[in-house]
């Protein structure tokens, strides 16, 4: 039945048949419920019929759906429309592990212990479930295209406390991975996925299957019976401790393979990290044979038939064995014989290289003495390089031209920073090492520079009318530098800016000097106020070569008395002289005025007084 372009339980729409097998149909489609891509494995109709197939189908693929692993194909739903029995599954983009084998031949030991120890994962994960494959096969693995691998297809598995008994009348699985406790009908459990495990870790690591035959029979009984070729005798490149563990897998009985998936993915685990682990090591195909088929157990006759058929081609079979061993002598010994011819190349173009080695030395000691002599150098240099070369001047050249120019002598001319100058951007202000010093000579000798931004201009502020200590920090503030000068003013306040120099709005570059003119005051006007502080009871002038002592008594003149005798001359201050006990003798006295308002008195007389003697 074609069911593309067909709708299911009214969500799933199908849109594209994507795989064919034994017993059912896969088909690609959208779920319109979830919005998103799933697949759809569809029950063969002629299954359908088979009503104890049927229930197990259903009840199996529910238990399957409780799996939770990142390598197994998760299980949406379960349902049945129209006569067809389907199951719900996350769809995959990818290839299967088979068409992967066939493209490669065999894997490399590591790649398979890989995927080997991924399927363990989805099998420990399903088993602890209490669900069963019994199909395993490459067919039924999903690669991704990150390579991780998902177990798919459990439509046939079997939880587990329904699938521990006998079941003497048919058998399910494909022959060629089929247990031996399968072929013969009896009692599956978790060792049996392990066996089948086994034989797909086989097909990786060989590129081949352990056994075959013409017909699906024959290749069941020989599960049964007979024991594989050891994966090392094809492929010699698999540790011993890889064929162990395969042939622990695939060991006819059940008590003797590995307890557990985990087990199993235990020692895969040990081998990958180290291939010399030791583990606990004890002393031409039909169709049909492809196909997971519901099939009749393996019966004694069938057994007979099958013995006495190997019995009449016995001989084949050890003719065979014969050649083969033969064969494996022979390619032995011409690996051997082409190790030893690689071996003794390898001594002889050591020699050889030996050899031209010491001529070349030999050739540049006698280039070196020859250079020596020519030109006065050490030879030594040529082997030690302490050749000197001196270190150009760089300073207020371009920095790409000093690049360009120097690259072709070994120099590299590195920016170590900028900054703000009147030159023009992009010229060389410094250089390290200084020009002119004697360095090594070698490939790459640096040389680190300082490179100028350009001018890089700021607006100054107006600072008139300001206190002098608030413009001069804002000056340096805005990164300029402060010039204090001096100036009298009648209009402006002492220690307030007059003028400055360059005006408020003008463009200069960083760290520019701004002189400040600031006023000292108006010195007519504290020659007035010096007037006017000569008098007064705190300011008395002393006359020289006379000692004062004020007693209670004494007596101040206004300050308007002029002394006798005495000559006022312009600019001069009348100041007032102290008399003690109220009897002044005047003399010839003159007082100058000095520009700071400051009085100095001088008297020729004397000062007589109570407390006074009169000088000599």
């Given at each position: 039945?074609d069911?593309v372009?067909k709708?299911?339980?009214?969500?799933?729409?199908?849109?594209e048949e994507v795989?064919k097998?034994?017993?059912?149909?896969v088909?690609?489609?959208?779920?319109?419920?979830?919005n998103r891509?799933?697949?759809?494995k569809?029950?063969?109709?002629?299954?359908?019929?088979d009503?104890?197939?049927?229930?197990?189908f259903?009840?199996e693929?529910?238990?399957?759906a409780?799996?939770s692993?990142?390598?197994v194909v998760?299980?949406?739903?379960?349902?049945?429309?129209?006569?067809?029995?389907y199951?719900?599954?996350?769809?995959?983009?990818?290839i299967?592990?088979?068409?992967?084998?066939?493209k490669?031949h065999?894997?490399?030991?590591?790649?398979a212990?890989?995927?080997?120890?991924?399927i363990c994962?989805?099998?420990?994960?399903?088993?602890?479930?209490?669900v069963?494959?019994?199909?395993i096969?490459?067919?039924?693995?999903?690669?991704?295209?990150?390579?991780?691998?998902?177990?798919t297809d459990?439509g046939?598995a079997r939880?587990?406390?329904?699938?521990?008994t006998?079941n003497s009348?048919?058998?399910?699985?494909?022959?060629?991975?089929?247990?031996p406790e399968?072929?013969r009908?009896?009692?599956?459990?978790?060792?049996?996925?392990?066996?089948?495990l086994?034989?797909?870790?086989y097909?990786?690591?060989?590129?081949?299957l352990?056994f075959?035959d013409?017909?699906?029979?024959?290749?069941?009984?020989k599960h049964?019976?007979e024991?594989?070729?050891l994966?090392?005798?094809?492929?010699s490149?698999?540790?011993?401790?890889?064929?162990?563990?395969?042939m622990?897998?695939?060991?006819?009985?059940q008590?003797l393979r590995?307890a557990s998936?985990?087990?199993?993915?235990?020692?895969?685990?040990k081998?990958?990290?180290?291939?010399n682990?030791k583990?606990?090591?004890?002393?031409?195909?039909?169709a049909?044979m492809?196909?997971?088929r519901?099939r009749?157990?393996?019966?004694?006759d069938?057994i007979?038939?099958?013995?006495r058929?190997?019995r009449?081609e016995s001989k084949?079979y050890?003719?065979?064995a014969?050649?083969?061993d033969?064969?494996m002598?022979?390619r032995?010994?011409?690996?051997l014989?082409?190790?030893?011819?690689?071996?003794?190349?390898?001594?002889?173009?050591?020699?050889i290289t030996?050899?031209?080695?010491l001529a070349?030395?030999?050739?540049?000691a006698?280039?070196g003495?020859t250079?020596?002599?020519?030109s006065g150098?050490?030879i030594?240099?040529?082997?030690?390089?302490t050749?000197?070369?001196?270190?150009?001047n760089?300073?207020?050249?371009?920095?790409t031209?000093?690049q360009?120019?120097y690259?072709?002598?070994?120099?590299?001319i590195?920016?170590?920073s900028?900054?703000?100058?009147?030159?023009?951007?992009?010229t060389?202000l410094?250089?390290?090492?200084?020009?002119?010093?004697?360095?090594?000579?070698k490939?790459d000798?640096?040389?680190?520079?300082v490179?100028?931004?350009g001018?890089?201009?700021?607006?100054?502020?107006?600072y008139?009318?300001?206190k002098?200590?608030?413009?001069k920090?804002?000056?340096e503030?805005?990164?300029f530098k402060?010039n204090?000068?001096e100036?009298?003013?009648?209009?402006?306040?002492?220690?307030?800016v007059?003028?400055?120099?360059?005006?408020?709005?003008?463009?200069?570059?960083?760290?520019?000097?701004?002189?400040l003119?600031?006023?000292?005051?108006d010195?007519k006007k504290?020659?007035?106020e010096?007037?006017?502080?000569?008098s007064g009871d705190?300011?008395?002038?002393k006359p020289?070569g006379?000692?004062s002592n004020?007693?209670?008594?004494?007596?101040?003149?206004?300050?308007?008395?002029t002394s006798s005798?005495?000559?006022?001359?312009?600019?001069t201050?009348?100041?007032?002289?102290?008399?003690?006990?109220g009897?002044?003798?005047?003399?010839?006295?003159?007082?100058?005025?000095?520009g700071?308002?400051?009085s100095?008195?001088t008297?020729?007389?004397?000062t007589?007084?109570?407390s006074?003697?009169?000088?000599?």
């Amino acid at each position: 039945m074609d069911l593309v372009g067909k709708m299911l339980a009214g969500r799933y729409d199908i849109i594209e048949e994507v795989g064919k097998g034994g017993m059912a149909n896969v088909y690609k489609a959208q779920d319109h419920f979830l919005n998103r891509f799933v697949a759809i494995k569809v029950l063969k109709e002629e299954l359908s019929d088979d009503k104890e197939f049927v229930h197990r189908f259903n009840t199996e693929a529910q238990a399957a759906a409780r799996i939770s692993n990142p390598h197994v194909v998760s299980i949406y739903d379960v349902g049945f429309e129209n006569g067809l029995y389907y199951i719900v599954m996350e769809y995959i983009e990818g290839i299967t592990l088979k068409e992967y084998i066939e493209k490669k031949h065999n894997l490399s030991w590591r790649e398979a212990a890989e995927f080997a120890a991924q399927i363990c994962e989805g099998l420990d994960a399903a088993h602890k479930q209490s669900v069963i494959h019994r199909d395993i096969k490459p067919q039924n693995i999903i690669m991704t295209a990150d390579n991780v691998l998902k177990v798919t297809d459990f439509g046939i598995a079997r939880a587990t406390s329904q699938a521990t008994t006998t079941n003497s009348s048919s058998t399910i699985g494909t022959v060629h991975y089929l247990s031996p406790e399968q072929a013969r009908g009896g009692y599956t459990n978790e060792k049996t996925d392990i066996y089948s495990l086994g034989v797909v870790l086989y097909e990786m690591l060989t590129g081949r299957l352990p056994f075959n035959d013409s017909t699906a029979v024959a290749i069941a009984i020989k599960h049964i019976q007979e024991k594989p070729i050891l994966p090392r005798i094809l492929n010699s490149d698999i540790p011993e401790s890889m064929e162990y563990i395969v042939m622990k897998a695939m060991n006819k009985e059940q008590n003797l393979r590995y307890a557990s998936a985990e087990d199993f993915l235990a020692d895969l685990r040990k081998v990958i990290a180290n291939p010399n682990a030791k583990l606990n090591v004890k002393p031409v195909v039909d169709a049909d044979m492809e196909a997971t088929r519901k099939r009749s157990a393996i019966g004694d006759d069938e057994i007979e038939n099958y013995e006495r058929n190997r019995r009449a081609e016995s001989k084949e079979y050890k003719e065979y064995a014969e050649k083969m061993d033969k064969e494996m002598e022979e390619r032995r010994l011409r690996n051997l014989d082409r190790k030893q011819a690689i071996k003794a190349q390898k001594k002889k173009e050591r020699r050889i290289t030996i050899a031209a080695v010491l001529a070349a030395i030999l050739v540049i000691a006698g280039l070196g003495f020859t250079f020596s002599a020519l030109s006065g150098g050490s030879i030594t240099s040529l082997f030690t390089g302490t050749e000197k070369i001196d270190i150009p001047n760089v300073i207020d050249m371009k920095l790409t031209d000093a690049q360009k120019k120097y690259k072709s002598e070994g120099f590299s001319i590195v920016k170590k920073s900028e900054r703000a100058s009147d030159k023009e951007a992009g010229t060389i202000l410094e250089q390290d090492p200084p020009a002119g010093n004697s360095v090594t000579k070698k490939a790459d000798i640096i040389i680190n520079v300082v490179v100028s931004a350009g001018s890089q201009n700021k607006t100054v502020d107006d600072y008139s009318n300001m206190k002098s200590e608030d413009a001069k920090k804002k000056i340096e503030e805005s990164g300029f530098k402060a010039n204090i000068v001096e100036q009298e003013s009648s209009s402006v306040e002492k220690g307030f800016v007059i003028s400055q120099m360059p005006v408020s709005g003008t463009s200069v570059s960083e760290g520019a000097l701004i002189t400040l003119y600031v006023s000292t005051g108006d010195a007519k006007k504290d020659n007035d106020e010096s007037k006017e502080n000569t008098s007064g009871d705190d300011k008395v002038s002393k006359p020289s070569g006379a000692t004062s002592n004020n007693s209670s008594n004494n007596t101040t003149s206004n300050s308007n008395n002029t002394s006798s005798n005495g000559a006022s001359n312009a600019g001069t201050d009348n100041g007032s002289s102290q008399t003690n006990s109220g009897n002044t003798n005047s003399g010839n006295g003159t007082s100058n005025e000095v520009g700071s308002g400051t009085s100095d008195s001088t008297s020729s007389g004397e000062t007589s007084g109570d407390s006074l003697k009169p000088s000599n």
